[in-house]
């Protein structure tokens, strides 16, 4: 049974910190690449961040880029995200996703992430 679990959510102040963590099992964790979305309330999940299945590129969203990082653990099959400066703009749910290039993709239930004084 594949299971995608997101922890870390939360509320935090503007400028704040918080680190994701998307627990995997089920698959193959090492063969998938991974990445994190996000939805805003009223608007379309956008990509986030994403990384190679084994950790040598990533990608980010321009409105992230210098604040998210993207890592991940094959080891603990869990791959995270590290997000500092955070932005009221930063408020939405976060999900990560596992993809073996299309052929399977799989997706967490989500965390909700609020920034906000």
């Known amino acids: 049974q594949v299971q995608l679990v997101e922890s870390g959510g939360g509320l935090v102040q503007p400028g704040g910190s918080l680190r994701l963590s998307c627990a995997t099992s089920g698959f193959t964790f090492s063969s998938y690449a991974m990445s994190w979305y996000r939805q805003a309330p009223g608007k379309e999940r956008e990509l986030v961040a994403a990384i190679t299945s084994a950790g040598g590129r990533t990608n980010y969203a321009d409105s992230v880029k210098g604040r998210f990082t993207i890592s991940r653990d094959n080891a603990k099959n869990t791959v995270y995200l590290q997000m500092n400066s955070l932005k009221p703009a930063d408020t939405a749910v976060y999900y990560c996703?596992?993809?073996?290039?299309?052929?399977?993709?799989?997706w967490g239930q989500g965390t909700q992430v609020t920034v906000s004084s």
């Open positions: 996703k596992a993809d073996l290039k299309g052929y399977y993709i799989y």
